[in-house]
DNA sequence: AGAGTGATGAGACTTGGTCCCATCACCGTA
DNA sequence: TACGGTGATGGGACCAAGTCTCATCACTCT
């Protein structure tokens, strides 16, 4: 048996995302968190850095992003080689059971600024992990941030409507129909 | 002669430019940052409404590049319409005697997350102008997206090279040089 | 002279976030 | 069985950001 009861961070995840949705995410306390939890603010900032991480938990996915452009076909084009990233992602992290999360975190993020603060900065990081792993692979300079923010764009119209619940739940076709899009757009 | 010292918030910005650059964005106090303008606190957060927002006043950049978009030539292809937008800002922002400003203005905020991330926050804003504007000069939806992020990024590079006092005061001629890479490299 | 106005000052208050120290449950070893 | 080590937790002091309310003060207008 355990000594305290386990998945304290996952907890404190659940928590908050059911408060946030309650009373939104200014009208609660990280302490109120915590309570919900069965824990203490102490152990909260633990876990997490501030508020707004709880719902941003693991950056795993730029290194997840530059993995799978690394790992595309060398002939791939720079666009090619991210649609190729996303694709992996999606079948790591953004898979079926983890919709209906996503589409509460989603909504929550999108009614506060402040965490839409904290997403665009989770942004800008994947765009520029994406535009590294491309030079990595020998794309020049100003053609590597152009795929970058093409696949920023692709990953962002593949989000929204993997989380759409009127939508499928295959992330991976939602990626190839974006970029098909974004492709026939430049 | 004036009821108080006049240009309460122009004061307050440099003086938090300056302790920003002496001693560090978080270990400079908002009470620090008032006093060294000869004011308080409570003056500072009625000017700003927040301490991070002292280095982003006036949200009139969104509103300028919309203009810019919409009084581009009819025939104009949206990425050149953006960078109509960009060049006639560069004549009302980006102005040679707010350079050297600007350059102490983008170290402090590169130096800090906590900025960095209001700054992304602030180029989520101009993108998703810039898109609404294309979409007002009747682009449809993906390809307005397209060029918006096209145009960010175009917007940064001429920024960049702006900033640096090693690159010309030009504003303009860094957003044309720069469209002429991203497009090269599209 | 006196009322109105608008920017400022002062201070209480809440909350996010940091820090330090005590506690507690388990584990390994004797 | 006893004992010290370890790692997660609890508790509380503390600081700074941000909000709010009320008082003040200098100038303007009548």
């Known amino acids: 048996m355990a000594r305290w009861q386990p998945h304290a961070p996952e907890r404190l995840v659940v928590a908050a995302l059911d408060l946030f949705e309650e ?32 719902l941003f938990g693991g950056d795993t996915m730029a290194g997840l992003l530059a993995d799978g452009i690394a790992g595309a076909p060398a002939t791939a084009a720079p666009l090619d080689a991210v649609a190729h990233a996303l694709d992996a992602i999606g079948r790591e992290a953004f898979t079926a059971e983890r919709r209906e999360f996503s589409a509460r975190r989603r909504a929550v993020i ?9 997403e665009a900065l989770k942004g800008l990081g994947l765009t520029a992990a994406m535009a590294e ?54």
């Open 23 to 54: 009373r939104g995410y200014e009208n609660t306390t990280v302490i109120e968190i915590a309570e919900r939890a069965g824990l203490t603010k102490s152990t909260f900032f633990r876990h997490f850095p501030d508020k707004r991480e709880v």
């Open 110 to 118: 999108a009614a506060n600024p402040e965490l839409r603060e904290r």
């Open 133 to 186: 792993a491309l030079e990595r692979r020998g794309v020049p300079d100003p053609a590597s941030r152009v795929a970058a923010q093409l696949g920023a764009l692709v990953m962002t119209i593949a989000y929204e409507r993997w989380s759409d619940p009127a939508c499928g739940d295959d992330f991976g076709k939602a990626v190839r129909q974006a970029l098909d899009e974004v492709k026939a757009a430049g």
